[in-house]
């Protein structure tokens, strides 16, 4: 299942914004997805690796990341987000 990179809904900001916040400096690791992970970016610029799929998302954008992915987060310049797993 690819990744999803859209704009959000109204009323997905409204769910995301009562969710906690998780911010990262410029930096590069590895990553595995043991459940889904829906987030809200505030802040920031990342591209995300996976087999067969780039991404690249900011502030404004609503990404779901897929149960059982693995991937590589490249945080190009400082994020800040909503997120919330499951």
Do not use: N
Request: charged fraction near 35%; aromatic fraction near 12%.
């Amino acid at each position: 299942m690819p990744i999803e990179v859209r704009k959000p809904s109204p009323d997905e900001i409204a769910r995301m914004k009562r969710c906690p916040i998780w911010e990262k400096e410029r930096s590069e690791f590895a990553w595995h997805y043991d459940e889904s992970e829906t987030c809200l970016i505030l802040e920031g610029e990342v591209t995300v690796e996976s087999p067969g799929q780039t991404v690249r998302f900011g502030p404004g954008d609503y990404v779901v990341f897929p149960e059982g992915l693995d991937c590589t987060w490249k945080v190009l310049k400082p994020v800040r987000k909503h997120y919330k797993f499951g």
